[in-house]
């Protein structure tokens, strides 16, 4: 049985929806790396996900959220029962289950690990962040690290035992990386020595594990200035003795912990490295200057996960706010609004909880088939290499065009999404006795995080459409246009379908203008308008997935009893389809009519002109 402390709720029966009906993960379980994986596999998978959510990490989310992390003689205490947590998920296996099996793993598409990341950082994302920092560290070293660091830092890492952490960021360059001063002297031995100091640094230190690796980003004495200089280099907290185990601490010190408006377990720390010369770092790979690129395999990895993370806390803010909706009793129906003796409804009957509800739900299951979409283009890829190239390079290529979308959409509409839960409990929302308050708070800082949502436009704008000639963009829009020439007759959704065609148009429309900007030497109008552009390319993209699910739904409705159970879930799919396409896609057009005005008046205006005091 669950705990009663915990507020996650879960909607499994659209996650393997998504999977298996959407996206037919059966047809690649049982092939090449996922041989030991079947449908039972997943489901079990799911099932056990979810229980560990209810029983284990969701019950500690709110009392997480008041104890906060402390700092004690210069370590880090995280919140009563993280510990025992940690132990638990490590022990289920589940944070390991998409790992090589030879660090220990399951081996899992990745698209079943988003489901798991799904419901852990939905039902704690304080908490989760620990784990899931370390896996990323721990996933760089095996991609990036000499076979010596493999064997000592992956497994303890996966395993539990030890940590780790990503650090780029600094006080006097915020998310200008080049900018960077950690310094890194080679020393006779062919390691090095670490001085400087990294902030923000999300999981930084905690009393759940034997030893800590963070990955830092530093300059060697005579490297280039800029990004271009930077070089990785594998810093743990207790340097490690010749039998793999724990040993003397290697001047890596906790300055301080963020007080912040959420995730206050995650113990957000200011590291020094090196205060009194004495941190020794690994150079990642044995390479200098690899650095950004190597640490970009990382970042990637935590650029989706923020997007699963928005996913996570929409899903149960939104599953939270409707349970209250079929509770709740206030006012009369509409249909009897003059009269005073008429019987109070549930919430539920008033339209504009109804507007909210549903729009809640369109969004978050969009993001939803976002995310698995995406992780269904990694694992097609990995079958695909070395296989059959075309196919490789074109789920690689949708990997890569996806990912700063669903990482800034989920992260900004997760907040927008909780707001609005909050909205639909009116006052009793704003109250700690509930748990929406806590998830808006939580949720802000994944636009923030991880490369800012601008900073995923840009990029989006300045790299990804452009990538091999424009051709990962052409085949997207491809895909989408493909949908629309099939659809747009379809007796139920032909107007919606037809309108996801004028939204394509659109987007089309602003890539041209954008091009035209670059060619045209105004780069200084992109700024202005990529997180519009950004936006517009994922309203389009959920209006698409959201319409392949109605219509899924209505092929699966035509073959079920009137009464049976499913009718109800697969009519969920029509009307999300529609509220979105009829309610969010047409603001697709609107932005291309703005980003095609080319208004310059943010950079006309004086800056004394915005405001006299």
Same mark, same amino acid.
């Given at each position: 049985?669950?705990?009663?402390?915990?507020?996650?709720?879960?909607?499994?029966?659209?996650?393997?929806?998504?999977?298996?009906?959407?996206?037919?993960?059966?047809?690649?379980?049982?092939?090449?790396?996922?041989?030991?994986?079947?449908?039972?596999?997943?489901?079990?998978?799911?099932?056990?996900?979810?229980?560990?959510?209810?029983?284990?990490?969701?019950?500690?989310?709110?009392?997480?959220?008041?104890?906060?992390?402390?700092?004690?003689?210069?370590?880090?205490?995280?919140?009563?029962?993280?510990?025992?947590?940690?132990?638990?998920?490590?022990?289920?296996?589940?944070?390991?289950?998409?790992?090589?099996?030879?660090? !220990?793993?399951? *081996? =899992?598409?990745?698209? &079943?690990? $988003?489901?798991?990341? +799904?419901?852990?950082? #939905?039902? @704690?994302?304080?908490?989760?962040?620990?784990?899931?920092?370390?896996?990323?560290?721990?996933?760089?070293?095996?991609?990036?690290?000499?076979?010596?660091?493999?064997?000592?830092?992956?497994?303890?890492?996966?395993?539990?035992?030890?940590?780790?952490?990503?650090?780029?960021?600094?006080?006097?360059?915020?998310?200008?990386?080049?900018?960077?001063?950690?310094?890194?002297?080679?020393?006779?031995?062919?390691?090095?020595?670490?001085?400087?100091?990294?902030?923000?640094?999300?999981?930084?230190?905690?009393?759940?594990?034997?030893?800590?690796?963070?990955?830092?980003?530093?300059?060697?004495?005579?490297?280039?200035?800029?990004?271009?200089?930077?070089?990785?280099?594998?810093?743990?907290?207790?340097?490690?003795?010749?039998? !793999?185990?724990? *040993? =003397?601490?290697?001047? &890596?010190? $906790?300055?301080?912990? +963020?007080?912040?408006? #959420?995730? @206050?377990?995650?113990?957000?720390?200011?590291?020094?490295?090196?205060?009194?010369?004495?941190?020794?770092?690994?150079?990642?790979?044995?390479?200098?200057?690899?650095?950004?690129?190597?640490?970009?395999?990382?970042?990637?990895?935590?650029?989706?996960?923020?997007?699963?993370?928005?996913?996570?806390?929409?899903?149960?803010?939104?599953?939270?706010?409707?349970?209250?909706?079929?509770?709740?009793?206030?006012?009369?129906?509409?249909?009897?609004?003059?009269?005073?003796?008429?019987?109070?409804?549930?919430?539920?009957?008033?339209?504009?909880?109804?507007?909210?509800?549903?729009?809640?739900?369109?969004?978050?299951?969009?993001?939803?088939?976002?995310?698995?979409?995406?992780?269904?283009?990694?694992?097609?890829?990995?079958?695909?290499?070395?296989?059959?190239?075309?196919?490789?390079?074109?789920?690689?290529?949708?990997?890569?065009?996806?990912?700063?979308?669903?990482?800034?959409?989920?992260?900004?509409?997760?907040?927008?999404?909780?707001?609005?839960?909050?909205?639909?409990?009116?006052?009793?929302?704003?109250?700690?006795?509930?748990?929406?308050?806590?998830?808006?708070?939580?949720?802000?800082?994944?636009?923030?995080?991880?490369?800012?949502?601008?900073?995923?436009?840009?990029?989006?704008?300045?790299?990804?459409?452009?990538?091999?000639?424009?051709?990962?963009?052409?085949?997207?829009?491809?895909?989408?246009?493909?949908?629309?020439?099939?659809?747009?007759?379809?007796?139920?959704?032909?107007?919606?379908?037809?309108?996801?065609?004028?939204?394509?148009?659109?987007?089309?429309?602003?890539?041209?203008?954008?091009?035209?900007?670059?060619?045209?030497?105004?780069?200084?109008?992109?700024?202005?308008?990529?997180?519009?552009?950004?936006?517009?390319?994922?309203?389009?993209?959920?209006?698409?997935?959201?319409?392949?699910?109605?219509?899924?739904?209505?092929?699966?409705?035509?073959?079920?009893?009137?009464?049976?159970?499913?009718?109800?879930?697969?009519?969920?799919?029509?009307?999300?389809?529609?509220?979105?396409?009829?309610?969010?896609?047409?603001?697709?057009?609107?932005?291309?009519?703005?980003?095609?005005?080319?208004?310059?008046?943010?950079?006309?205006?004086?800056?004394?002109?915005?405001?006299?005091?």
């Amino acid at each position: 049985m669950a705990n009663a402390d915990n507020r996650y709720r879960a909607d499994l029966r659209d996650v393997r929806f998504v999977l298996f009906e959407q996206f037919r993960l059966g047809e690649i379980l049982g092939q090449g790396s996922f041989s030991g994986w079947g449908e039972e596999e997943v489901l079990a998978t799911l099932k056990e996900t979810a229980r560990l959510a209810a029983e284990v990490t969701g019950p500690l989310n709110g009392s997480g959220d008041r104890e906060g992390c402390r700092l004690e003689n210069g370590q880090v205490h995280v919140p009563k029962g993280y510990k025992e947590a940690w132990d638990q998920v490590h022990a289920s296996g589940l944070k390991m289950v998409s790992v090589d099996p030879e660090f !220990g793993g399951g *081996g =899992a598409p990745s698209a &079943v690990r $988003v489901a798991v990341e +799904e419901m852990l950082t #939905g039902s @704690n994302t304080a908490f989760n962040m620990y784990p899931s920092l370390s896996f990323g560290a721990g996933e760089l070293i095996e991609r990036c690290g000499t076979p010596e660091q493999k064997k000592k830092f992956v497994e303890n890492i996966f395993g539990g035992k030890w940590g780790g952490t990503m650090c780029l960021t600094e006080p006097q360059a915020g998310s200008d990386v080049g900018a960077a001063r950690t310094r890194a002297r080679k020393n006779p031995d062919g390691t090095y020595s670490i001085q400087g100091t990294k902030i923000f640094i999300s999981a930084g230190d905690s009393d759940m594990v034997e030893n800590i690796v963070h990955l830092v980003l530093a300059r060697v004495e005579g490297a280039a200035p800029g990004t271009k200089g930077l070089s990785l280099f594998a810093v743990p907290k207790f340097r490690v003795n010749a039998d !793999g185990t724990a *040993g =003397a601490r290697n001047d &890596v010190t $906790v300055g301080s912990i +963020e007080h912040k408006m #959420g995730i @206050n377990g995650s113990a957000t720390c200011v590291l020094n490295f090196g205060e009194n010369d004495g941190c020794v770092g690994e150079l990642v790979g044995g390479v200098e200057n690899a650095g950004m690129s190597q640490m970009f395999l990382m970042m990637n990895g935590a650029r989706i996960a923020v997007g699963i993370q928005g996913l996570g806390l929409a899903s149960t803010a939104y599953l939270n706010a409707l349970n209250y909706a079929r509770e709740r009793k206030q006012g009369a129906s509409i249909t009897h609004w003059k009269d005073p003796t008429a019987p109070r409804v549930t919430i539920l009957e008033h339209g504009d909880i109804r507007r909210m509800l549903l729009e809640m739900k369109s969004k978050v299951e969009g993001i939803r088939a976002l995310a698995v979409k995406l992780a269904t283009h990694v694992d097609r890829a990995a079958l695909h290499a070395g296989k059959d190239d075309e196919k490789h390079a074109y789920h690689h290529g949708q990997v890569e065009l996806l990912t700063p979308i669903l990482k800034a959409y989920s992260s900004d509409q997760a907040f927008r999404i909780c707001e609005l839960a909050i909205q639909t409990y009116g006052g009793a929302g704003y109250l700690k006795d509930h748990p929406v308050e806590q998830y808006c708070r939580d949720s802000k800082i994944f636009s923030i995080y991880e490369g800012t949502n601008h900073i995923q436009a840009m990029d989006l704008v300045g790299r990804k459409l452009g990538q091999h000639g424009g051709a990962h963009t052409q085949q997207f829009l491809g895909d989408v246009a493909s949908f629309v020439e099939a659809h747009q007759a379809h007796p139920v959704y032909g107007a919606e379908v037809k309108a996801l065609g004028s939204a394509q148009e659109s987007v089309v429309n602003a890539v041209m203008k954008l091009m035209e900007y670059s060619q045209a030497g105004q780069l200084a109008k992109v700024p202005l308008v990529a997180n519009r552009f950004l936006e517009m390319m994922a309203e389009l993209t959920l209006a698409w997935l959201l319409l392949d699910q109605a219509l899924i739904g209505e092929a699966a409705m035509a073959k079920l009893s009137a009464e049976h159970p499913d009718r109800s879930f697969y009519a969920g799919k029509r009307y999300a389809a529609q509220f979105f396409a009829r309610n969010i896609l047409p603001g697709v057009g609107a932005k291309a009519a703005v980003l095609l005005a080319g208004d310059d008046s943010p950079y006309e205006i004086p800056d004394a002109a915005f405001a006299t005091v």
